[in-house]
């Protein structure tokens, strides 16, 4: 997992070779696990949600060009031509979800907050579904 997540810093601007569907949610998981700790940490310990907010936004845009990186090279591992990758990435969605991190998730359960943030979230994971298909996909 550990020589996964470096490779995935390792590989941030390479955006022609392949990457496995492994590679990709090994990433998504540890950062995940980092986001939490973040969240965690700085509130538990620092009880600040203005730290938390900063920190895991620092977060989120140090990973958004490896993130980018990363979907372009499964997208490409999957066997899509270059227009269908461009058609995914130049859609609505890739902006709502891609660049779309915990740091800007808002914690009011009442009301259209919710609302908006569970399509967001929704959004997130019919986009994230590509990746979830077989290397070399014909």
Not at 38 to 53: E, G, P, Q, Y
Not at 56 to 81: A, E, K, Q
């Amino acid at each position: 997992m550990l020589r996964r997540y470096l490779r995935y810093w390792r590989e941030a601007f390479d955006f022609h070779s392949g990457a496995y569907r492994l590679d990709f949610w090994w990433v998504h998981i540890v950062n995940t696990f980092i986001f939490a700790s973040i969240l965690f940490v700085s509130i538990i310990f620092f009880n600040s949600w203005s730290l938390a907010t900063k920190l895991s936004g620092t977060f989120s845009i140090l990973i958004t060009i490896p993130n980018l990186s990363l979907f372009i090279r499964r997208l490409r591992d999957t066997g899509f031509p270059v227009q269908t990758i461009m058609f995914v990435l130049m859609s609505p969605v890739t902006f709502r979800s891609e660049f779309w991190h915990f740091s800007q998730f808002s914690f009011s359960y009442f009301g259209t907050n919710c609302i908006f943030n569970i399509l967001r979230l929704a959004d997130l994971l019919g986009f994230k579904a590509f990746c979830l298909l077989d290397t070399d996909f014909k």
